[in-house]
Every structure is written in structure tokens, then in C-alpha cells.
């Protein structure tokens, strides 16, 4: 069974693609998450546009979740809620990424 996961794609004013997610990131629904993030950033120009992951309303986030992130981490503006800082610290996301706690 899958774990509860919401996923949406926008486009701030200026065109940079948004992933915004709500729910629990697990292996159960991380494909999912992963060709969201995939087809956002074939949205994005060529030319290294970064691309925005707002996380602020996921309760839970294990490494498959972490994997999908890593696969994209050069383009990425992860904003996340204190809960997921260690976990994006720890794992080494933080040094890779933007990442805003909030």
C-alpha cells in the first residue's frame, strides 16, 4: 500500500518550475516523486535555471525520497520544515543544495 503523498507542479511568475509536496516521501510513493521532479526539470531551461522543491508540508521524508533529491541537488532550492533539517543536514543534501528551513 502506498503512503499518503500529494504532488504539484507550478511555475513561479519568472518560470522556474515548483515542486511542491505534501505527505510522506517513502519507497512506497517515491517514483512518484522522482518523475515529478524529473519532468520539472525538463521544464527548466538547459542553461542550469534551478529548480524550487517546496518540502514544508511533508511529515516524512526516508532515503528513497533522499535518492530522488540527490538525482537533481546541483539545480535544487529545497524549502523544508525544521522536522526534515537534520535529515537533509546528515545526509550531506544540505551541502549540495539550497536549502531553507522554515
Known sequence: ???PLT????HRDD????VAVSGEIDMSNAATFR???DRAAEE????????VVDLTEVEYL???GLTAL?????RLDVLAPPLLDSVLTVSGLADLAR???G
Open 1 to 3: 500500500m502506498s503512503t
Open 7 to 10: 504532488v504539484t507542479l507550478h
Open 15 to 18: 518560470g522556474t518550475p515548483v
Open 35 to 37: 518523475g515529478a521532479l
Open 44 to 51: 527548466a531551461s538547459s542553461d542550469g535555471d534551478r529548480l
Open 62 to 64: 526516508d532515503s528513497a
Open 70 to 74: 540527490f538525482g537533481h541537488a546541483e
Open 99 to 101: 536549502v531553507r528551513i
